[in-house]
């Protein structure tokens, strides 16, 4: 691992900026109406002080959480950590881990009143300080998440692979990296590589977004599936000039880690049974499944829908046996 990175960073983050005004990016992201009720209500519960040291790029609480283990990379001072331990209530539990002393102090600090906020007998959620790239240093154990969170982290690290095969190693079989970074369409110069603050607004450290593609591949998650992608602004004029016609995004997206079977494509039906998706389940740039309705998708995503946790919200069919079985007068008559 690159010290002299990790140093500026945690620097940057612990005593360089005190909230998220003083960022020189922003994450153009907020599209409150996507946001379901429960989200919007573990939102508005997480008091001031923790807000305020909130740096994140995306909204990275994804649904069907209710009794999940969940870790969030480079959790700063624990807003989403908080919200998740509303989420996943209180069979769930959610571990937050960071380097930077400052932000894990402020999350320590309120473990309980937001457990008290939430009626809980016992917090749900714990806080360690270690290094993302080395989660077995920092006693995370092998296949004990379910899924795994991380806001505008990755990007900081100077060893992304080291982080995502960490990752890989801490999810279970069927787990989700669900995670918002930036990324950059451009090969950026050593000299933004080796400027202190663009790196720890992110742009520097901002991973080729063809990179994560083979990064993802070669450790062994399936192909990234794209759930949102919005433009960063660069509100410094200085920061601005210097990286020139490089365009940066904030992009979340969806990496699983499937067990190693083939599946024929099949047909699948979401039940309308996730909290908060009643009527549809957006679930990537290109699938949002209404309820009770017959969609064909790909090999992997009918490996997705039979082995995760998304598992009890479909119906699956072979493609070939309900086409047998087809009876058009059906068809024409539901149209
Ligand atoms: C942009 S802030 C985001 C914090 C938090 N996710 C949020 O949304 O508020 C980046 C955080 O990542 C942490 N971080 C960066 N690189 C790290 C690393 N290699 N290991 C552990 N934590 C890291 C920093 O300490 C900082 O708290």
Not at 141 to 146: I, L
């Amino acid at each position: 691992m690159t010290k002299r990175i990790l140093d500026n960073v945690k620097d940057y983050y612990g005593k360089v900026i005190e909230s998220s005004r003083d960022l020189k990016t922003s994450a153009c992201t907020a599209d409150k109406h996507a946001l379901t009720k429960s989200v919007k209500e573990a939102l508005s519960l997480i008091n001031e002080e923790v807000n305020s040291r909130y740096f994140g790029c995306g909204i990275t609480l994804p649904p069907a959480l209710e009794g999940c283990s969940v870790l969030d990379l480079g959790c700063g001072a624990g807003r989403d950590c908080f919200c998740l331990s509303k989420l996943v209530g209180p069979n769930g539990r959610v571990t937050g881990i960071d380097m930077t002393p400052e932000l894990l102090d402020i999350a320590k600090k309120n473990v309980d009143c937001h457990t008290k906020t939430f009626g809980y007998s016992k917090p749900n959620v714990e806080f360690k300080s270690g290094f993302i790239e080395q989660l077995d240093k920092a006693g995370i154990e092998r296949e004990s998440y379910d899924v795994i969170v991380s806001n505008c982290v990755i990007n900081l690290s100077p060893d992304k692979e080291a982080v995502l095969s960490q990752a890989f190693t801490a999810l279970k079989e069927g787990g989700e990296l669900y995670f918002s970074d930036m990324y950059t369409d451009s090969k950026l110069s050593a000299e933004i590589k080796n400027d202190s603050i663009l790196w720890g607004e992110g742009i520097a450290g901002a991973l080729h977004w063809q990179d994560l593609l083979e990064m993802a591949k070669r450790i062994g998650f399936t192909t990234p599936i794209l759930y949102k992608a919005s433009p960063i602004c660069l509100i410094d004029k200085h920061i601005q000039t210097r990286v020139g016609n490089a365009k940066f995004i904030s992009a979340t997206y969806r990496l699983f880690k499937l067990p190693k079977h083939n599946v024929p494509k099949m047909l699948v039906t979401y039940c309308g049974n996730i909290e908060g998706h009643e009527h549809n389940f957006k679930f990537d740039i290109y699938n949002n499944f209404k309820t009770n309705q017959r969609h064909l998708v790909s090999k992997e995503l009918s490996l997705i829908f039979s082995t995760t946790r998304y598992a009890k919200y479909f119906r699956i069919e072979k493609y070939e046996h309900t086409l047998e079985k087809t009876n058009p007068f059906s068809i024409a008559y539901e149209e």
